[in-house]
């Protein structure tokens, strides 16, 4: 850190950022163009817009309360920053396209700054500074907010994906399936669960079968997780069945010493959906029907 | 990790419970928590509260909202009691020293996403839980 | 001091949990219940917590209590409504409330009581949670 007192004399600043504002945002828009302007993803006049208000919004902020970026003067400018940033992450811009919104407008202004200063080094100089600094700040600060918004969009995808990995499907009134494929962990286990628990409330089913034919390996950990849905279930108000236990799997749960109390099991889904059928009181009765290209 | 806001709620006699529950429900929910993750954390420190009354003799709870980088609800409750010698024993599901199911401590602790303990005879007792986003 | 209503239903007894309860409000309808079982000589009791969003150690315990004692005299109780997110996190706390029998809403619950009533043990058996 200097230890030269810096002079923070931002007046030629703020006077060019609003009389030269559309000669400004001319060149800033200039030096935009080419990489990092991305006209497939913005439109021009929304960028010139952009910049417009960024401007005014900045000059308010310099004639309210100085230099320093965190200041309560320019939470304004740092909410524009903000929105600015997120809805480019979700566009698909680049981090540095994004930054280059504010580091593009450093030619213009100081080429601006020249002119206004030229008869005044030290002015030219305070005035450079001062300007550096700020977009220096506002810079370094849509990088961390186009950071969060993208940490936020992968983890929203994430929790999505989980999701589609664990469909409820309806088999009849009163009865779902839920077919697990992969491995059952303690993250999955949470996501089954509250799937299979949102589904029974809202088709308001009491038998649920879980398929678990694609889960590859059946140990104890695994065996714990399925209890755990099972319990939860029950709690609930739904019994649960289990089919797809194939014959490797019926035999590691008794070489394990696994204790699936009584939790009614099944080899195949359609075991399962006959107990469940019965469970809710439905007989399917072996009635013989004429297909109907033979009926009169 | 930044402390955004903490509050200090008193958790001296039985109804204080339910105060905690509201309370810490209220912060979870303008945490952005989902509702899994709020009955988890709330029931978590119903059943410290209760412990915090019943086994310590009354004390507090301090509530601390954390954000950054993540985004997290931090529970602290201390009490001037008895204190517990054999933590691990109390961690155990099933344990109890008076009536009924136990201390609840491990099933608080599963409830959470970190739980630390500190606790010794004559010397009070002070359990912190934390439930991430 | 506010007391829980215990509604009768034919030969049931019907309460509806609805406030945030405190343990002394909880003590109180476990005593009261009872008491309304003796009296009436109910055949079941149906507990609907449809409207409970957190269900703590003591609330659970209070539940298998009521279940057991009803069952000393002679009646079935059933709890009905549980919210997904009070199972999930009753689970992971390791209560699996036993000897408490559970239904989804308050038709499904009365139809349990009434046919576990009447001899037959419902439509299905052998649920030893």
Known sequence: MSTIPIDHRTSALSEILSRNQAELVADWVQEMSGAIRRSDLMKDTELRAQCVQFLGLMKQALDAGGT????????????????????????????????????????????????????????????????????????????????????????????????????????????????????????????????????IVQTNSRVAIIDITGVPTVDTVVAQHLLKTITAARLMGADCIISGVRPQIAQTIVHLGINLQDVTTKATLAAAFKIALERVGINLAHEAVKPEHLKS | MTVVATENVAVIAEPDVVAVRRRVREAAIQLGFSLVDQTKVVTAASELARNTIIYGGGG??????????????????????????DIDMALRDGFTTGSGLGLGLGGAKRLCSEFDIVSQPGAGTKVTITRWK | MEKIPILKMGEFLLVTIQVDMHDQLAM??????????????????????????????????????????????????????????????????????????????????MELLRSSVNGYKGIYDGRSH
């Open chain 3, 28 to 109: 109180t309808l476990q005593d009261d219940l009872t008491q309304m079982i003796s009296q009436t000589e109910a055949r079941g009791v149906l507990i609907d917590i449809s409207s409970l969003e957190i269900v703590d150690s003591f609330i659970g315990r209070m539940l298998a209590n009521i279940a057991a004692m009803s069952r000393v005299l002679d009646a079935q109780t059933v709890v009905v409504g549980m919210q997904p997110a009070v199972a999930i996190t009753l689970v992971e706390l390791g209560l699996s409330l036993p000897g408490v029998r559970t239904a989804l809403n308050v038709d499904a619950g």
């Open chain 2, 60 to 85: 507090s709870m301090l509530m601390e909202r954390l954000n950054g980088p993540r985004t997290g609800l931090r529970l602290t409750f201390k009490d001037d009691g008895p204190g517990i010698s």
């Open chain 1, 68 to 199: 320093n970026f965190n200041s309560g003067a320019w939470d304004e400018v740092r909410e524009m920053l903000g929105t600015i940033s997120r809805t480019r992450a979700e566009q698909g811009f680049t981090p540095a396209e994004t930054a280059m919104f504010v580091f593009s407008v450093k030619r213009p202004l100081f080429s601006q700054l020249r002119q206004a200063c030229k008869n005044d080094a030290a002015a030219l100089a305070a005035e450079t500074w001062a300007a550096t600094e700020l977009l220096d700040s506002m810079g370094l600060y849509t990088t961390e907010i186009y950071q969060k918004s993208r940490e936020a969009i992968i983890k929203r995808q994430q929790e999505e994906l989980l999701e589609l990995s664990t469909p409820v499907v309806k088999l009849w009134d009163g009865i779902l399936a839920l077919p697990i494929i992969g491995t059952l962990d303690s993250a999955r286990t949470q996501v089954v669960m509250e799937s299979l628990l949102q589904a």
